[in-house]
């Protein structure tokens, strides 16, 4: 696997330093695609992580939301009362990571019928919401005055 080095893009931006981070994360990921899973947009804030963890219980589940990162981990109990003459079904551990845009967060998390579905949504605060300026005209808005008393 190829090493990329994003020390030049820390030079050169200012608050942005979370980009290289990210990237630089998302190469270190192993890529060995277990579990698999989707992805859903499902409103213009609202998002969906589908795994596929057929096999495995809740008690066998643990998502951790820390900063910007979700991180399903997934191990079974091995049971010794049982003897396979195949196993076809993956019972591994694993580690699967997903890195969060500002403001989202879990909401919340079921499984049903072998799929883990972990609900997101983005929540501005409302200091960041787009607002409209009222503009008001004329000597009832205050300005004139208060640049009278200044100038004087």
């Known amino acids: 696997m190829a090493t990329f080095d994003f020390t030049p893009m820390f030079r050169s931006t200012i608050g ?12 270190e990921r192993g890529a060995d695609g277990y579990p698999p899973y989707n992805i859903e947009k499902i409103g213009d804030d609202e998002f969906r992580i589908v795994m596929a963890v057929a096999g ?3 008690d066998d589940i643990e998502i951790i939301q820390a ?11 091995s049971d010794p009362e049982k003897t396979y003459l195949y196993r076809g079904l993956a019972a591994r551990q694993f580690t699967r990571e997903f890195d969060l845009a500002d403001y989202v967060e879990v909401t919340g998390a079921h499984l049903q019928n072998g799929l883990l579905v972990i609900s997101l949504k983005r929540e501005l605060p409302e200091v960041m919401k787009p607002r409209t300026i009222p503009i008001s ?14 100038a004087a």
Do not use: W
């Open 67 to 77: 900063e910007n990162r979700v991180t399903v981990r997934g191990a079974t109990k």
């Open 137 to 150: 005209v004329g000597a009832d808005s205050g300005a004139p005055a208060r640049l009278e008393k200044i």
């Open 56 to 58: 495995l219980s809740q």
């Open 16 to 27: 942005f330093e979370q980009i290289p981070n990210i990237l630089a994360h998302a190469l």
